[in-house]
């Protein structure tokens, strides 16, 4: 059984359809990207595997159950975490903080009866954990907002993995940085993936960075699913050259 299985996925706004009957199998450590060109239908796709918004139809499950009447905030505590296209991270507060605020919407509840200090001290020692990862500890006392954009990515990254996620969603982390930028975050993250335990669904445009990251690859296009396979076999299928990889492969 895949960890986190999706069939029949179907958002309509009015008229558009987003997201069209999306099925998708993920294994458990596998790091899998989701390509396809702009509106395609890729973060509406995130959208509906995290329960921001609802799905018209079809079925999200995650280790077997069905996510589909559960909140976001709930698919957040049974382990599913994710960055978001446009930062979104607290740009007062430092970047531990940042973190340690993500760890402790993850831990709150489960941890009620040990009281409030306890969760505080896990959750700040779960971030320095993430920070300490996606190499930030020298930054970790500085305010979010002041750091570089290739910095805030990457911090990010660390927020979601404070919560120590079992299936971890990014949406284009490298979006808006340099060359220089990117070249740093797509080393960081290769070197959280290394050892297989981390399970990766990455959206992602450039396909130096996903031919370098991702052993599966779902093409969207339209809403709809047009190849889902590892990467030497996507590279060479002519709908997925037709509809986005262009001069690419
Ligand atoms: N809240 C909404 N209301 C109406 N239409 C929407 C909404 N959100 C997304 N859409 C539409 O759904 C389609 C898919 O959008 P989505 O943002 O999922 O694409 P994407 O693949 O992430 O694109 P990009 O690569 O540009 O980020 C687009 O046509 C978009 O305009
Ligand atoms: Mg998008």
């Given at each position: 059984?895949?960890?986190?299985?999706?069939?029949?996925?179907?958002?309509?706004?009015?008229?558009l359809?987003?997201?069209?009957?999306?099925?998708?199998?993920?294994?458990?450590g596998?790091?899998?990207?989701?390509?396809?060109?702009?509106?395609?239908?890729?973060?509406?796709?995130?959208?509906?595997?995290?329960?921001?918004?609802?799905?018209?139809?079809?079925?999200?499950?995650?280790?077997?159950?069905?996510?589909?009447?559960?909140?976001?905030?709930?698919?957040?505590?049974?382990?599913?975490?994710?960055?978001f296209?446009?930062?979104?991270?607290?740009?007062?507060?430092?970047?531990?903080?940042?973190?340690?605020?993500?760890?402790?919407?993850?831990?709150?509840?489960?941890?009620?009866?040990?009281?409030?200090?306890?969760?505080?001290?896990?959750?700040?020692?779960?971030?320095?954990?993430?920070?300490?990862?996606?190499?930030?500890?020298?930054?970790?006392?500085?305010?979010?907002g002041?750091?570089?954009?290739?910095?805030?990515?990457?911090?990010?990254?660390?927020?979601?993995?404070?919560?120590?996620?079992?299936?971890?969603?990014?949406?284009?982390?490298?979006?808006?940085?340099?060359?220089?930028?990117?070249?740093?975050?797509?080393?960081?993250?290769?070197?959280?993936?290394?050892?297989?335990?981390?399970?990766?669904?990455?959206?992602?445009?450039d396909?130096?960075?996903?031919?370098?990251?991702?052993?599966?690859?779902?093409?969207?296009?339209?809403g709809?699913?047009?190849?889902?396979?590892?990467?030497?076999?996507?590279?060479?299928?002519p709908?997925?050259?037709?509809?986005?990889?262009?001069?690419?492969?």
């Open positions: 059984m895949a960890l986190l299985e999706l069939d029949g996925l179907t958002k309509r706004y009015g008229g359809t987003a997201v069209n009957g999306v099925a998708m199998r993920v294994e458990a596998e790091v899998r990207a989701v390509i396809g060109p702009n509106g395609a239908g890729k973060t509406s796709l995130f959208h509906l595997i995290t329960g921001v918004v609802p799905a018209t139809s079809g079925d999200v499950r995650f280790d077997g159950n069905s996510l589909n009447r559960m909140s976001s905030y709930r698919r957040c505590q049974t382990g599913l975490s994710r960055t296209q446009l930062t979104s991270l607290f740009s007062e507060m430092t970047a531990r903080e940042n973190c340690r605020v993500a760890a402790q919407a993850r831990l709150r509840g489960r941890w009620q009866p040990w009281g409030g200090t306890q969760i505080f001290r896990e959750a700040a020692a779960r971030g320095d954990e993430a920070l300490e990862r996606l190499g930030l500890t020298a930054i970790a006392g500085r305010s979010a002041l750091l570089s954009h290739g910095d805030q990515r990457l911090l990010e990254v660390a927020m979601a993995l404070s919560q120590r996620p079992r299936v971890l969603l990014l949406d284009e982390p490298t979006q808006g940085l340099s060359v220089e930028e990117t070249i740093t975050a797509v080393e960081t993250l290769a070197g959280l993936l290394v050892d297989g335990k981390l399970t990766v669904l990455l959206v992602e445009h396909m130096e960075v996903v031919f370098r990251l991702a052993q599966k690859i779902t093409v969207m296009h339209r709809s699913v047009i190849a889902d396979d590892v990467p030497s076999v996507v590279r060479r299928d709908a997925v050259q037709a509809a986005y990889l262009g001069g690419y492969a």
